[in-house]
């Protein structure tokens, strides 16, 4: 298993996911939330690929196989914790961004 290759397969997904989430957050802003929670969902697909192929060094390792060390690899692995937060984050606020477009529609509605 070549560390790097398997560290910019991790990275690509990760950023991918990440671009997703960013995307759903200015869509929250724009209060279009069913295509936000597509893209949330979409996120969170791209990230979960980044994590099996980070997973399968892990338990490479764990059973006995040399693996170089390799910073790319310690990159990557900090790029999926950083984008799953960023997902994490963005499903909380959805519920948020959406009750409060409910709020003041419910408010323009009693005027």
Do not use: W
């Not at 990557?76 to 950083?82: E, G, L, N, Y």
């Amino acid at each position: 298993m070549d560390i790097n290759m398997v560290a910019m397969q991790v990275i690509m997904h990760a950023c991918e996911g990440r671009d997703k989430v960013d995307e759903a957050i200015e869509l929250m802003a724009k209060n279009e939330f069913d295509r936000a929670k597509a893209l949330l969902k979409e996120a969170e697909e791209d990230i979960l690929k980044a994590h099996v192929a980070q997973t399968k060094v892990i338990q490479g390792q764990a059973a006995g196989e040399d693996t170089e060390y390799s910073l790319l690899f310690i990159h990557a692995q900090d790029t999926i914790m950083t984008s799953n937060s960023e997902l994490r984050i963005a499903q909380h606020i959805l519920p948020v961004f959406e009750a409060q477009y409910n709020l003041i529609q419910q408010l323009k509605e009693e005027k």
